[in-house]
Nanobody, 111 residues
Framework: VQLVESGGGLVQPGGSLRLSCAAS????????MIWYRQAPGKEREFVASIASTGGITTYADSVKGRFTISRDNGKNTGYLQMNNLTFEDTAKYYCKSYVYWGQGTQVTVSS
């Protein structure tokens, strides 16, 4: 079983990144997928979630209107499109589905 995040990197304020979460070894299409993030010295926090079929999405207030969560069950992959990034978005981003977590991908917003 694996969840593997990718797509993180260094970006300037106002920039965009698209994170991916590739699932294998379990029935990804049956479960919610959730993105969390953890900044240095802070607790892990919820970012966004998407239902198994993709019909219901929820967002933290801090990212609403800037981030979009989506999934492609045919590819067993989830996504997090992040636009208009700010310094406060700097964190390690993790995806979770069912009981499984990925290893995280670092997003750094810096000028």
């Amino acid at each position: 079983v694996q969840l593997v995040e990718s797509g993180g990197g260094l970006v300037q304020p106002g920039g965009s990144l698209r994170l991916s979460c590739a699932a294998s070894g379990f029935s990804f299409s049956r479960y919610f997928m959730i993105w969390y993030r953890q900044a240095p010295g802070k607790e892990r926090e919820f970012v966004a979630s998407i239902a198994s079929t993709g019909g219901i999405t929820t967002y933290a207030d801090s990212v609403k209107g800037r981030f979009t969560i989506s999934r492609d069950n045919g590819k067993n992959t989830g996504y997090l499109q992040m636009n208009n990034l700010t310094f406060e978005d700097t964190a390690k981003y993790y995806c979770k589905s069912y009981v499984y977590w990925g290893q995280g991908t670092q997003v750094t917003v810096s000028s």
